[in-house]
Protein backbone atom coordinates (compact mmCIF):
# COMPACT_ATOMS: atom_id res chain seq x y z
CA UNK A 1 0.00 0.00 0.00
CA UNK A 2 1.55 3.17 -1.37
CA UNK A 3 1.83 6.14 1.33
CA UNK A 4 -0.76 8.23 -0.47
CA UNK A 5 -3.55 5.53 -0.01
CA UNK A 6 -2.76 4.82 3.52
CA UNK A 7 -2.76 8.64 3.70
CA UNK A 8 -6.31 8.78 2.28
CA UNK A 9 -7.66 5.53 3.95
CA UNK A 10 -6.59 7.27 7.52
CA UNK A 11 -8.50 10.68 5.99
CA UNK A 12 -11.72 8.73 5.59
CA UNK A 13 -11.60 7.14 8.78
CA UNK A 14 -11.15 9.76 10.84
CA UNK A 15 -13.72 12.04 12.21
CA UNK A 16 -13.73 15.74 12.79
CA UNK A 17 -14.43 16.70 16.52
CA UNK A 18 -18.08 18.22 15.52
CA UNK A 19 -19.11 15.08 13.81
CA UNK A 20 -17.84 12.78 16.57
CA UNK A 21 -19.42 15.56 19.34
CA UNK A 22 -22.97 14.82 17.24
CA UNK A 23 -22.60 11.28 16.81
CA UNK A 24 -21.51 11.33 21.17
CA UNK A 25 -24.66 13.78 22.01
CA UNK A 26 -27.57 11.74 19.84
CA UNK A 27 -26.15 8.51 21.71
CA UNK A 28 -28.22 7.38 25.19
CA UNK A 29 -25.76 7.36 28.27
CA UNK A 30 -25.77 3.93 29.77
CA UNK A 31 -24.10 2.08 32.58
CA UNK A 32 -21.05 -0.09 32.14
CA UNK A 33 -19.04 -1.76 34.62
CA UNK A 34 -15.98 -1.46 35.12
CA UNK A 35 -13.32 -2.99 37.07
CA UNK A 36 -11.18 -0.76 39.85
CA UNK A 37 -8.80 -2.03 42.56
CA UNK A 38 -10.07 -0.98 46.10
CA UNK A 39 -8.80 -1.62 49.39
CA UNK A 40 -12.56 -2.99 51.68
CA UNK A 41 -12.23 -0.79 54.25
CA UNK A 42 -12.48 2.28 52.35
CA UNK A 43 -14.99 1.10 50.18
CA UNK A 44 -17.01 -0.15 53.39
CA UNK A 45 -16.57 2.99 55.34
CA UNK A 46 -18.46 5.20 53.00
CA UNK A 47 -21.40 2.55 51.58
CA UNK A 48 -24.99 2.61 51.51
CA UNK A 49 -26.27 -0.57 50.42
CA UNK A 50 -29.74 -0.33 49.14
CA UNK A 51 -32.53 -3.07 49.22
CA UNK A 52 -36.14 -2.93 48.05
CA UNK A 53 -37.54 0.27 49.97
CA UNK A 54 -34.36 1.67 51.83
CA UNK A 55 -30.78 1.67 52.48
CA UNK A 56 -28.27 0.85 55.62
CA UNK A 57 -25.01 2.20 56.22
CA UNK A 58 -22.07 -0.27 55.47
CA UNK A 59 -20.34 1.24 58.52
CA UNK A 60 -22.47 1.42 61.42
CA UNK A 61 -25.27 -0.27 59.90
CA UNK A 62 -27.99 1.89 60.22
CA UNK A 63 -31.18 1.29 58.91
CA UNK A 64 -34.40 2.84 56.64
CA UNK A 65 -31.92 5.32 55.19
CA UNK A 66 -33.36 7.53 52.25
CA UNK A 67 -31.13 7.07 48.93
CA UNK A 68 -30.79 11.05 48.55
CA UNK A 69 -28.93 10.90 52.12
CA UNK A 70 -25.28 11.98 51.46
CA UNK A 71 -24.27 11.34 55.18
CA UNK A 72 -25.43 8.33 57.49
CA UNK A 73 -27.40 9.99 60.34
CA UNK A 74 -25.17 7.81 62.78
CA UNK A 75 -21.57 7.76 62.27
CA UNK A 76 -21.97 11.22 60.12
CA UNK A 77 -20.25 8.95 57.20
CA UNK A 78 -20.27 10.52 54.31
CA UNK A 79 -21.72 8.16 51.54
CA UNK A 80 -19.04 8.17 48.08
CA UNK A 81 -20.54 5.11 47.57
CA UNK A 82 -23.62 3.23 46.85
CA UNK A 83 -24.38 -0.92 46.45
CA UNK A 84 -28.00 -2.00 45.11
CA UNK A 85 -29.12 -4.77 45.93
CA UNK A 86 -31.35 -5.68 42.87
CA UNK A 87 -29.78 -3.49 40.45
CA UNK A 88 -32.85 -3.83 37.84
CA UNK A 89 -35.26 -2.44 40.02
CA UNK A 90 -33.47 0.55 41.02
CA UNK A 91 -31.89 1.62 37.32
CA UNK A 92 -34.19 4.85 37.17
CA UNK A 93 -32.52 5.77 40.81
CA UNK A 94 -29.18 5.43 39.57
CA UNK A 95 -29.53 7.47 36.46
CA UNK A 96 -30.93 10.03 38.47
CA UNK A 97 -28.47 9.84 41.28
CA UNK A 98 -25.76 10.05 38.64
CA UNK A 99 -26.74 12.92 37.33
CA UNK A 100 -27.13 15.01 41.01
CA UNK A 101 -24.45 13.75 42.71
CA UNK A 102 -21.59 12.61 39.94
CA UNK A 103 -18.95 11.95 42.16
CA UNK A 104 -20.92 8.90 43.49
CA UNK A 105 -19.79 5.42 42.76
CA UNK A 106 -22.10 2.01 42.44
CA UNK A 107 -20.35 -1.08 43.61
CA UNK A 108 -21.96 -4.24 42.79
CA UNK A 109 -23.22 -5.62 45.98
CA UNK A 110 -22.51 -8.87 45.24
CA UNK A 111 -18.72 -8.04 44.39
CA UNK A 112 -18.92 -6.48 48.14
CA UNK A 113 -20.90 -9.27 50.30
CA UNK A 114 -18.74 -12.13 48.45
CA UNK A 115 -15.33 -9.72 49.54
CA UNK A 116 -16.26 -9.07 52.89
CA UNK A 117 -17.41 -12.47 53.59
CA UNK A 118 -13.78 -13.66 52.17
CA UNK A 119 -12.08 -10.87 54.51
CA UNK A 120 -14.34 -12.31 57.80
CA UNK A 121 -13.56 -15.86 56.89
CA UNK A 122 -9.97 -15.20 56.59
CA UNK A 123 -10.34 -13.29 60.31
CA UNK A 124 -11.92 -16.12 61.35
CA UNK A 125 -9.74 -18.72 59.93
CA UNK A 126 -6.71 -16.95 60.28
Do not use: W
Not at 20 to 26: A, E, L, P, T
Amino acid sequence: MSYNSRRQETSFLSLDTSTRDDIISGMPERFIRIYKKFYLDEVKTHLMTYGALSGSCANCKSLDLKIDMLNCPECKTEFKYIAFQNIRDHMPKMLKISHERPQIIFVDYEDFKRIEGEEKAKGILG
